[in-house]
């Protein structure tokens, strides 16, 4: 049974370019959440979505940052105009059911994508 | 807002001893879920153990056990048995039972000498 997909593993992006990072849940689970993990800190949420869906993004910056969960196909978090704070590991997560549905079910993470800004 | 807090950015242990990874929380909530999860270099995040906190008893996974004081908010790792592959980050990491995001702690630094 394969685990939550991310790629790439590594991406390279210039001040002002745009990342788009790739999440692909566990099979069987709809609901994927973002992570950052900045070097040296724990990770940070970002936002929580279920297919076509966002039902929490308090974590994400207002500017710059989107993540869509469509019908078909990945997680996709873009950052649009990269700038060299944005350098960090981004994580996703992704779990059968709702967190908010008072599950113990755990978070199942990818290996992360290292986003780093020149 | 909740907040974990991990007081030791790093600890030791010889190989085969035993070490404990403290972790306290803030929350005003009574339902709630305690997790630890290890990074290892790679970067993976496993998870290794889970708590609920309705349960007194305390989590037990072969060489991991937790010992959870609800009253005092702490929520420490025992790794017994400490083997060169525990080397790692270990991430305590809370979630609201109604809520759906993790809060993590800064980290400890695992090291295992041989």
């Known amino acids: 049974n394969a685990g939550v997909m991310q790629n790439p593993r590594h991406l390279v992006r210039r001040r002002g370019q745009e990342a788009r990072l790739r999440c692909s849940p566990m099979k069987g689970h709809s609901h994927v959440y973002w992570y950052r993990q900045l070097p040296e800190e724990g990770l940070k949420f970002m936002v929580y979505l279920q297919k076509e869906n966002i039902i929490d993004e308090s974590g994400m910056p207002k500017e710059r940052f989107s993540a869509e969960f469509p019908k078909e196909g990945p997680s996709i978090l873009r950052i649009q105009q990269v700038v060299r704070g944005d350098s960090a590991a981004y994580f996703c997560a992704s779990s059968p059911q709702g967190a908010g549905t008072y599950s113990n079910q755990p978070q199942h993470f990818g290996d992360g994508t290292r986003l780093s800004i020149l | 807002a909740q907040t974990v807090t991990q007081s030791q950015p790093e600890m030791s242990v010889q190989e085969a001893e035993t070490v404990t990874l403290s972790c306290t929380y803030d929350?005003?909530?009574?339902?709630?879920?305690l997790f630890w999860y290890k990074q290892p270099p790679s970067r993976q995040m496993i998870l290794v153990i889970r708590?609920?906190?309705?349960?007194?008893q305390n989590a037990t996974e072969n060489r991991f056990s937790v010992n959870f004081q609800k009253a005092a908010k702490s929520f420490s790792l025992k790794i017994s048995d400490s083997q060169l592959g525990d080397a790692a980050m270990y991430f305590c990491a809370y979630r609201s039972a109604g809520g759906n995001k993790l809060v993590f702690g800064a980290g400890t630094i695992l090291r295992v000498k041989s």
């Open positions: 929350t005003s909530e009574s339902d709630y879920y």
């Open positions: 708590q609920e906190a309705y349960k007194q």
